[in-house]
């Protein structure tokens, strides 16, 4: 599945975010912070980053129905397995 430009600049946007978050559980933990403010922090990244995940499944099917083109069965079990891997 394709996605056009302004869809992947808004999941990149998602994921340099998710990277920067990410940075800031790096920082805290060589800064000794509090393991529950760490984990939380981290709690938020992989959250992001999993919501990332779904919309670039979901808009990539989106993208595909609006064609009007039919998935074909492995297409679906493809896009099956790769929501059920974000899960």
């Known amino acids: ?7 992947m600049t808004a999941i990149g946007n998602r994921t340099k975010r998710a990277h ?5 559980v790096v920082s805290m933990m060589e800064d000794g912070a509090d ?3 760490v984990a939380l ?3 938020a ?3 992001a980053l999993q919501r ?6 979901t808009d990539g099917m989106k993208a ?3 064609t009007g083109r039919d998935l074909e069965d492995t297409e679906l079990k493809e896009l ?3 929501l059920l891997t974000l899960a």
Do not use: P
Request: hydrophobic content about 40%.
């Open 64 to 66: 595909c129905f609006e």
């Open 41 to 43: 922090q981290l709690s």
């Open 80 to 82: 099956q397995k790769l």
């Open 1 to 7: 599945m394709q996605l056009d430009a302004e869809v």
């Open 20 to 24: 920067g978050h990410l940075g800031k």
């Open 52 to 57: 990332t995940g779904v919309v670039l499944v």
């Open 45 to 47: 990244v992989i959250k």
């Open 35 to 37: 393991c529950r403010d």
